[in-house]
RNA sequence: CGCGGGGUAGGGUAAUGGUAACCCACGAGGCUCAUAACCUCGGAUAUGUCGGUUCGACUCCGGCCCCCGCAACCA
């Protein structure tokens, strides 16, 4: 039996800065959803990687003396070096936008929409500020001025790019955005085209009141750091018009068809996940692209919110409230930045990540909630049971919780999580009015049959962590499996 | 009148016309299997504001105040 194919991607993270926690909570998040998959038997595509081209880069690179292809390796690497420490799916993709297929394909698909008519060389007029020397955009401008540099003009500059016709999508989009997802009739897809909803309004709402063509190219002469137009030496692609066709790249597009059929067609799409800055490139320009070239959409666009300092601000480094994921990781463990991630942000808004805040539900919800159970229980099982009395694990599709099933179904990790919390609390009730550890002093096969009890609901508690907090889950199973307890906390108190 | 989202105990959130709920923090008891953990009970001056519809409004309608995005070629 052949398994069914599932294809999940993150927005592929753009090298001009070293990885935040804004990018941890989106490889995480996705790569919950691709051990989900995997654990209901899906053959799972998980893709990641970075977007190394476009003036930001080939900026930094200058003012670090560096060749830009030495630069953006060098931060290519610390982004692939994170996915361990966060505990990222080991079989992901990771894909690089100066990665030669790539190269390739994002060429490939710039001649197929050129040859169907939808690129286009104009004229551009560029806003440009002679005081800061940089192109300006009309809301960068006050009154017409650069706030920087208010006395001098802004000068007009032409020149000549090309264009995609962005704006023949308009209809075609909404008939997106109307019928929800692609094709496919599966149950997953009852989901609309962009979660949440509110993000579907916003840009239904964008693209409604009317959308134009945009440049899809730079003058080489000014900024080569983008991949060569085909037959014009003069331009490079504007960097948007290369980094999304990774989504398609990443698993084969132009040449291994046979990979690219399995992943993008038989799956229905692409689940992509991406910042809510990203809603407009994914959820509108990135499908016009697609339809460009003849290929069906993506399946879902799920957008996260940010996360933010104390109070909802802006995390900066100058204020001094950034948050360095890695740091986390180091001090508090991997499935210690996961719980945080899925089940104290929320999943789709903005959500403030204090490190006061992640060390009291640290120890609200892994020291004393299912690092503590796990600890009351296996004392209890390691000395009354036998290790051949040891339940037998649930297989992860057997699980009986249609509201957790649901919430993942739907993107809201938090409700997953929230359901499981549940039962942890449930269990430590059931403990404190049945006092199993009473109970065997007096009846020694009541006892034991409680405990007993008290096993298989830890273990299915494990069982519904596999996708979310995978080191734990793994680790109670084996205390289970080996009947003993933990010989050191499974989370310490801080 | 540019567009959109939001304002609920100290903090974070839930509740689409019917007792305003949950988590954290806080207080008092209890338990002894467990990580000063766990359980029970409790307190909160909580629906931004003014008006309207209704038997009944966090919820629907209108005015006002405040916060946050967006306003396309910065990713």
């Known amino acids: 039996m052949t398994k069914k194919p599932f294809y999940i991607t993150t927005t592929l993270p753009y090298v001009n800065a070293e990885a935040h926690v804004g990018h941890a909570l989106e490889f995480v998040r996705a790569d919950v959803i691709a051990r989900y998959k995997k654990l209901l038997g899906y053959d799972v595509f998980f893709n990641t990687g970075t977007d190394e081209h476009g003036i930001k880069i080939y900026q930094k690179a200058a003012q670090a003396h560096l060749d830009p292809q030495k630069y953006v390796d060098g931060i290519s690497d610390k982004f692939r070096e994170i996915l361990p420490l966060l505990g990222i799916s080991t079989d992901i993709k990771f894909v690089r936008t100066t990665d030669p297929h790539h190269v390739m394909a994002a060429q490939e698909f710039w001649k197929l929409a050129n040859k169907n008519g939808l690129i286009y060389k104009k004229n551009y007029s560029i806003k440009y500020c002679v005081g800061c020397e940089l192109e300006k955009t009309e809301s ?45 009739t599966n149950a997953e897809s009852k989901n609309s085209f962009v979660i949440p909803n509110t993000r ?158 992640f060390k009291e539900t640290y120890n609200a919800g892994l020291a004393n909630g299912i690092g503590n159970l796990t600890s009351r229980i296996m004392k209890m099982a390691a000395d009354n049971l036998e290790k051949t009395d040891m339940p037998a694990p649930l297989s992860y599709e057997k699980l009986d919780s249609k509201e957790y099933f649901d919430a993942i179904e739907g993107f809201n990790l938090q409700k997953a ?28 096969e009541g006892g034991k049959k409680l405990i007993t009890e008290l096993v298989v609901s830890l273990g299915e508690v494990a069982t519904f962590l596999l996708p979310l907090l995978p080191e734990t889950a793994e680790k109670i199973l084996t205390y289970i499996r080996e009947n003993k307890m933990p010989e050191s906390p499974l989370f310490l108190r801080k």
């Open 417 to 444: 999580m929230n359901v499981v919390w549940e039962k942890i609390a449930v269990l430590d009730q059931k403990i404190q009015k049945e006092k199993p550890f009473s109970l065997v002093k007096t009846d020694k």
């Open 140 to 184: 960068e401008l006050v009154d017409g001025r650069c706030p920087l540099h208010p006395l001098q003009e802004i000068e007009i500059i032409n020149e000549e790019n090309y264009f995609f016709r962005f704006s023949l999508y308009q209809k075609p989009l909404m008939d997106l955005y109307e019928r929800g997802s692609s094709s496919d």
């Open 200 to 357: 579907l309004n916003e840009i239904r709402a964008f693209v409604e009141r009317g959308i134009e063509d945009f440049s899809i190219s730079r003058l080489a002469s000014k900024m080569p750091w983008g991949i060569p137009v085909p037959d014009d030496a003069t331009q490079v692609m504007y960097v948007w018009f290369d980094a999304l066709v990774n989504y398609v790249s990443t698993i084969g597009w132009p040449d291994d068809m046979v990979s690219f059929k399995k992943w993008w067609n038989e799956t229905g799409g692409v689940v992509q996940y991406c910042g809510k800055d990203n809603l407009r490139q994914q959820s509108a320009m990135w499908q016009s692209m697609l339809m460009s070239v003849g290929l069906t959409p993506s399946k879902v666009i799920v957008i996260n919110g940010f996360v933010t300092g104390e109070g909802g601000v802006k995390m900066s480094k100058s204020l001094g409230n950034t948050v360095d994921p890695i740091d986390v990781v180091r001090e508090y463990g991997t499935d210690a930045f996961r719980y945080f991630v899925t089940k104290e942000l929320h999943p789709f808004e903005d959500s403030p990540f204090t490190m006061e805040k």
